[in-house]
């Protein structure tokens, strides 16, 4: 019965998010997925830090601009006090410093806003279960700064290869545009298949990664220096 109860269980979120119409869209977005709850939300960091204090939940979502104190200082003090906690910064800032000073502080993923709900539930899950997530459009700012947090592509992609050999050439093209974040619809038109082959070629991938979803495929991609 215990262990029923834990495959069940959902996952808690705060929000720490200074525009309330963000705010109430995240929480109706979440509302669609039922492993999914929030728990409770702040509109500024320093209320969001002693929330998570209290509630102590599985994944905390915080935004970069907050009205006190920035999201990325609201991370450092989270993490200060539960360096287990795993922290979503949700944002639509893409200036190096902001996405460079994030990852430092120790954030599990860097999304931008424009993600679509089932990318981000995705995200979520990701990381509740220890894994990092970064977004597409980041990546190039990161690799640009000489951060070591993603490999260097041309490094990397012959061991990956090597390593994942039973991908075909087709498999790397739908691969990488999965990691752009990409849906099996617009795979399809990109790559002129059918979106039956598209979700096909996905369904592979997920097979001969041997990760659980498209998200974890694209965060290995990106941790082994594919793309």
């Known amino acids: 019965m215990q262990i029923q109860n834990e495959k069940n269980k959902k996952i808690r979120v705060i929000l720490i998010e200074d525009h309330k119409l963000m705010r109430v869209g995240l929480k109706s977005l979440f509302e669609k997925f039922d492993d999914i709850t929030v728990i409770t939300e702040a509109d500024n960091g320093k209320e969001g830090i002693e929330k998570v204090r209290v ?71 990701s990381v509740n279960d220890g894994a990092m997530w970064l977004d597409p459009k980041v990546v190039p700012i990161i690799r640009e700064s000489g ?52 979700k096909a070629h996905v369904c592979n991938i997920i097979q001969k990664l041997v990760v659980d979803d498209r998200t974890q ?11």
């Open 55 to 125: 509630h102590n939940p599985d994944v905390v979502i915080i935004d970069v601009g907050l009205g006190d104190i920035s999201g990325v200082e609201a991370a450092k003090r989270i993490l200060a006090s539960n360096s287990n906690a795993k922290i979503i910064m949700l944002t639509s800032h893409v200036g190096e410093n902001e996405v460079m000073e994030s990852l430092r502080a120790g954030v599990n993923a860097y999304v931008l806003k424009d993600i679509n709900s089932d990318m981000l539930a995705m995200v979520l899950r």
């Open 217 to 227: 495929a694209a965060v290995k991609a990106l941790k082994e220096g594919l793309v």
């Open 147 to 198: 951060s070591t947090v993603i490999p260097a592509k041309t490094k990397n992609r012959a061991n990956f290869k090597a390593t994942h050999s039973n991908l075909t050439e087709r498999e790397y093209e739908v691969l990488k545009l999965v990691v752009d974040g990409k849906s099996n619809y617009e795979i399809a038109q990109i790559l002129k298949i059918s979106e039956h082959t598209s």
